[in-house]
């Protein structure tokens, strides 16, 4: 089956730092998403994307589906920017409607 | 409109118990999914319900069991529970057509001792 992969596992920056998560996947997918869950266990939706770029005030994301990545980026990192961020596909030839998750980037941004 | 309300958001049972958590999805949302998350690990999936069907099922044994009404509310049932099922248990609504795109509720976490 697919393969996702996140990267780096563990990330620990400086609040207002720029920070890149990546994620590959290893087959053709119909969508990506990312994920933020927070210290108290709240997944957040971020972004759907399965192709082409989006943002969302300091956050913007890019998937390239061609070559089977996505990166998010997070500007200007606030405190409340801790936590761990996932990326969620959903695999193109299988119809079982189950998405496939990464391990997670675990980001701890420090005041 | 309402998020995803899951309940109990805490809860504490014994060896050998049963649990029931409960799961109300966004409104219209036809899709419930469940996952389990135990300390440092990723999202675990449990099951998916559509239109009151398990659609989907994950690698986890027969004490983990699920319902889903026919107003789309969903149940999951842990029975004989054992050390290793303390975890934080999510539930995720989407409208189970079309895009899959995932909305999750707070969570329930449920320790054994």
């Known amino acids: ?111 | 409109k309402a998020g995803v309300t899951q309940t109990p958001r805490y809860l504490i049972k014994t060896r050998g118990q049963q649990v029931t958590l409960s799961c109300s999805p966004i409104s219209g949302h036809r899709s419930v999914s469940w996952y389990q998350q135990t300390p440092g690990q990723g999202l675990q999936f449990l099951f998916e319900y559509f239109s009151e069907t398990q659609r989907n099922k994950g690698n986890f044994p027969g004490r983990f069991s699920g319902r889903q009404f026919s107003n789309s509310r969903s149940e999951m049932n842990v029975s004989t529970l054992e050390l290793g099922d303390s975890a934080l248990y999510l539930c995720a609504s989407s409208p189970g057509t079309g895009a899959n795109v995932l909305t999750f509720g707070a969570g329930s976490r449920l320790t054994v001792l």
């Open chain 1, 1 to 111: 089956g697919i393969q996702v992969e996140q990267s780096p596992p563990d990330l620990i920056l400086q609040e207002g730092a720029n920070s890149t998560l990546r994620c590959n996947f290893s087959d053709s997918v119909n969508n990506l998403q990312w994920f933020h869950q927070n210290p108290w266990g709240q997944l957040i939706n971020l972004f759907y994307i399965p192709s082409g770029t989006k943002q969302n005030g300091r956050l913007s994301a890019t998937t390239v589906a061609t070559e089977r990545y996505s990166l998010l980026y997070i500007s200007s990192s606030q405190t409340t920017d801790s936590g761990v961020y996932f990326c969620a596909v959903d695999p193109f030839m299988d119809s079982n409607y189950q998405l496939i998750w990464g391990a997670g980037t675990k980001l701890i941004i420090k005041p």
